[in-house]
């Protein structure tokens, strides 16, 4: 499940580390307007038995927690990678809603905004490259409505009542979601499993090995 692109181009490096074992489904986002919106397009993708291991990073952390509430029979277990249970930057996403649509399009500053917030210098070039590519790639609608979903998220509650196995990846050189807000997601999911892996916000782009092996390993334990 895609970060805030919604397109799962970027999932090329982890795909080819994980185990052959798995088969890999992307899901890709296209005209949701709300959070129900996206619970609505990745429960299409679900098999009908409780098959599916569900990766999500970033901005889908929070629709996973949606969806294994909402599915909890169909999803055997679940990684979040670098993500969150309320907006990283909540103030700035509450007023994101008051900007005209068409700035979001206006590309100014998205180099500077990656090298910033989501990659580090281990990085490969070509990575910074496809990513600047996708995001000048997405629609000016749809970076507005999920600024808006950013903005209103409502997650707490749901995580009550999971019960799923979970792996919470986290990115120790994360400039884009802050030490406390792995905290409040690791408070209100204390029984998960937590490991740090040292990377940036791009974590399972810029580490696939390392994200990998910790994946596979925690899908092994949990399917036995």
């Known amino acids: 499940m895609p970060g805030f692109d919604g397109t799962g ?3 090329g490096p982890l795909i080819a580390a994980l185990s052959p074992h798995h ?3 992307v899901i890709r ?3 949701e307007r709300t ?11 679900l098999p009908d038995q409780g098959e599916a291991i569900l990766i999500a990073e970033s901005f889908s952390g929070p629709i996973t927690l949606g969806l294994m509430a909402r599915h909890p029979d169909k999803i055997r ?3 979040l990678c670098a993500t969150f249970i309320e907006s990283p930057f909540h103030v700035l996403t509450k007023l994101a809603r008051f900007v005209p649509p068409a700035v979001f399009g ?8 990656l090298n910033r917030f989501c990659v580090d210098d281990r990085c490969d070039p070509a990575l910074m490259n496809q990513a600047l ?3 000048k790639s997405m629609p000016v609608a749809a970076v507005a409505a999920r600024l808006n979903v950013l903005a209103d998220l409502q997650v707490r509650a749901l995580c009550r009542n999971i019960r799923t196995p979970m792996l919470i990846l986290r990115a120790t050189g994360d400039r884009l979601v802050s030490p406390s807000r792995y905290r409040q997601l690791i408070d209100e ?5 937590v490991k740090d892996v040292e990377g940036p916000h791009l974590l399972l782009q810029s580490r696939p090995r390392a994200c990998a092996q910790l994946i596979d390993e925690f899908v092994s334990a949990s399917i036995r």
């Open 106 to 113: 206006l590309n100014l500053g998205h180099r500077a905004m």
């Open 133 to 135: 590519a996708v995001i």
């Open 9 to 11: 181009a970027l999932f």
């Open 35 to 45: 959070f129900d919106d996206y619970i609505d397009t990745a429960s299409a993708a």
């Open 23 to 25: 088969r890999p489904t």
């Open 77 to 79: 277990c679940a990684v």
């Open 29 to 31: 986002y296209r005209d």
């Open 189 to 193: 999911l204390p029984g998960a499993v």
